[in-house]
T-cell receptor, first 113, second 112 residues
Framework: DAGVTQSPTHLIKTRGQQVTLRCSPKSGHDTVSWYQQALGQGPQFIFQYYEEEERQRGNFPDRFSGHQFPNYSSELNVNALLLGDSALYLC????????????FGPGTRLLVL | GQQLNQSPQSMFIQEGEDVSMNCTSSSIFNTWLWYKQDPGEGPVLLIA?????ELTSNGRLTAQFGITRKDSFLNISASIPSDVGIYFCAGRKSGSARQLTFGSGTQLTVLP
């Protein structure tokens, strides 16, 4: 049974560019949450998707947007990249009825130059 | 963004020793969680706590949900080398059921 998978594993972009990160949830999970983890910090909640809609959003600007597909996979898009967007981006999946049990993927390491 | 106050920031202990770390907040949380993160991996859930005063064990790990609902601690007994990693507390607040708020982590090093 495959766990949460994310792609790509690493990515280098320059300021002003746009990036798309992808996440496939654990089999049977219908809810996907995205987190940003800066070096030496804990993850910070970006937003959560359920039934192809954004259900809750953390304190992140509109440059951060997402999408969930009918197969429950999800994308995170970041526009107009800033140096401060360099971080590990984590995807977590869960069942809507079991909010507490979030399973995390290995993350995508984004470096903005 | 708001994070929980987690301490200590790092710990160096001898193999076989017990470890204790804690997490505090000025806000009330309905759920407390403890995760471990290894290099190159995402956080893995260790223990989940749902009720004030609850004490839960998972092998050598024991965690408690503070009675005020504003704190939690994690104990690891008889540490072993594979306990090395970063431990994070996380909480879920009323009205933000879908959002986990994380602490800044405790880096644990176990010396042989």
């Amino acid at each position: 049974d495959a766990g949460v998978t994310q792609s790509p594993t690493h990515l280098i972009k320059t300021r002003g560019q746009q990036v798309t990160l992808r996440c496939s949830p654990k089999s049977g999970h219908d809810t996907v949450s995205w987190y940003q983890q800066a070096l030496g910090q804990g993850p910070q909640f970006i937003f959560q998707y359920y039934e192809e809609e954004e259900r809750q959003r953390g304190n992140f600007p509109d440059r951060f947007s997402g999408h969930q597909f009918p197969n429950y996979s999800s994308e995170l898009n970041v526009n107009a990249l800033l140096l401060g967007d360099s971080a590990l981006y984590l995807c977590a999946s869960s069942l809507a009825a079991a909010q507490e049990t979030q399973y995390f993927g290995p993350g995508t390491r984004l470096l903005v130059l | 963004g708001q994070q929980l106050n987690q301490s200590p920031q790092s710990m160096f202990i001898q193999e076989g020793e017990d470890v204790s770390m804690n997490c505090t907040s000025s806000s009330i949380f309905n759920t407390w969680l403890w995760y471990k993160q290894d290099p190159g991996e995402g956080p893995v859930l260790l223990i989940a706590l749902y009720k004030a005063g609850e004490l839960t064990s998972n092998g050598r790990l024991t965690a408690q949900f503070g009675i005020t609902r504003k704190d939690s601690f994690l104990n690891i007994s008889a540490s072993i080398p594979s306990d090395v990693g970063i431990y994070f507390c996380a909480g879920r607040k009323s009205g933000s059921a879908r959002q986990l708020t994380f602490g800044s982590g405790t880096q644990l090093t176990v010396l042989p």
